[in-house]
């Protein structure tokens, strides 16, 4: 059994499993010395609390599961021989796999009661730790002993001033001390002052210090520098103020000259198209009216001189739409006269005569005198597309189409561009540019010539681009080369637009900007990670919406080009993008149309239907249909108020690589080298034909 005074058998002390102290022992006659601390039980600590090896307090007990006795880990580790250690009691042998730490024996061990250390004093005549009733009376677990002991007033310190000459002072001793100490140093001591005194002394030496009014004078010059600095960045701030409002103002003005130039670009461009087609029905009524002239004189002198009364001249037809000058329907004489000579006029009731078709068909041509059948898109009345004819000529893949006014331009991947005009679908191809791109540094063994991917016009210039890394603007009067901007871009040019004087190009990471009259580069768009193959402006062109894999990126339209948005998307790469005044419309490599809110960015939903990528986008003049193109050579119509899919047409044999919406026109582009042409019908008249 241990001794009273807490030691067992040769001062043996006692420690925790996970002695709190956390430290070493050792043994000493009268007490335990933990961290070199001595350890004082209230109560001697039992026998089953002891190492059967060091014969001390159990520290970290682990328990033999072979012979079930408790020893400290570390005197097993220390009796250990090549892993295998002996129970001094059984012999019974043991490894660190069969030793498992003894919990509940090391809590007994931890809620043992020890006395303070600052309660204790060392007895050297009886060579043992004793009481010091002068001392901490405080008695403890020996798992909260440290705890105690950090904080307990009987805590020995020494004197912050002068440890080595004041000594050391009990923890509540030690403020009073300090208040009268006659080894306090002058503040100024950290700066070279050696002056020491009490306290009074020290202050009244303070006020004379030459180190204090050296740093009075320094301290007035840093208060004036920060007065200087504060004044600096008031000023600072106030430029930068000014500075942003007139950068604002800046750009105010800039955004009004580009919608102002934009608008005079759109009415001269309306004005453009209002003479062409006034040219062309002027013509055709001159025509018509002479070969009228023609057939009446071919009939009886009388005969005709009351067919020419009653029916007038077809410039009085046209100019009625489509009304007789003597009443709401031609007469049976009329309708005779009319189609013994080959020519017939369709005619309606005068009540439905604002939305029906009055048509003058001669040797297989047709004038339409209704209103554009392109307002049915906007009135979403039933319509079909029907395809109306094909456009041949090209030798490969067609990549892209382009249009203004009346002349529609292709292009395909052997460098050759074709124009068409679409007022006159019957005349075929009306000019041809071939091998378009023939300089390049690349090497391109899979393309014997080099590849026209992009294609834009303004109606003055025609820009073509590819993977010669080349722009070329084209006259659009005589189609000659006005300019060339070689190496353009690292990679493959995919894309052009055109807004004003500005012309955007994009590339592997890049989105460029030239000047469209001398091609000269303006600005390169920053942030980009890949390949920007989609570019759309809004219906307003006041915004750029790029489209790259996972990413939409929206820009300003007009200089400095800033980032405005970013909006990520998860669907892939994005092939082809289109925006109306409610969506962002996505064509991606996972065939699907993701549309996503104009205003918000927020993703609404998918449109699912194709069964390859989607790789061409176009809107309705109104934006409330979609035309998708895909790789599965399929053109989809969609109702985006319905978001379900409208008609489908199918009449490519390959991939749809670029679509073109002119008002009740429709082209497609594919790799089967042909251009299908598409024309919008009311849906009781493309039923009836």
Known sequence: MASGNGVG???RGDLSAEDNSGGSFQAMPGGLMIDEKPVKFVNPPLDTQLCLFCKVVLKDPVLSIRCGHTFCRACCEAHMVEN???CPVDGIEFTKETLVVNVALASQIGSLLVRCRYGLKNDEARGEWSVDRRGCPQTMRLSERHEHESVCDFATLPCPNDKDNCGVFARKELLTHVEKCPRTPCPNADKGCKFRGDPEAVTQHHRVCSLSLELS??????EALSKLLDSHQELQTRHNRLKRDFDQRAVEHQNERQAWLQERQSILSQLSDTQHDLQQVSERCSELEHRLDGMMKALPSGYRMRSRDSVGSVQALVENGGASSYGTSPSLTHRSVLEESGVTVERRSSASRGRTTNALQSGGAAVHLQRPLAAYWERQMPFKFKCIGTFKGHSHTVWKLTSHSST????????????????NLLRGCVHTIPSAHTESK??????PSLQILAMATNGEYLFTAGSDLSIISWDCKTLKKANVAKDAHDDDIDCLEIIGDFLFSTSHSKIKVWDTLS??????????????????FDRKRERLYSGSHNMIHVWDSVEPFG????IDTKFGSIYSIAVTKDYIATGTYNRNVHLYDIETHTYRHALSGHLGAVAALSTSPTGSFLVTGSHDSTIQIWDLEKALPYQILQRHESCVNTILVRNDLLFSGSDDKEIKVFKLFRQQDYSAS
């Open 442 to 447: 690349r090497d391109l063994p899979d393309f």
């Open 217 to 222: 004078s320094a301290d007035k010059v840093r």
């Open 563 to 566: 980032l405005l948005a970013r």
């Open 9 to 11: 058998p040769g001062g």
């Open 519 to 536: 091609l000269q580069h303006r600005h390169t768009m920053q942030g980009l990670h890949h390949r920007v193959r989609a570019l759309a």
């Open 408 to 423: 529609l331009y292709s292009a395909d991947g052997k460098g050759t561009i074709k124009v068409w005009d679409m007022n």
């Open 84 to 86: 295998v250690g002996k």
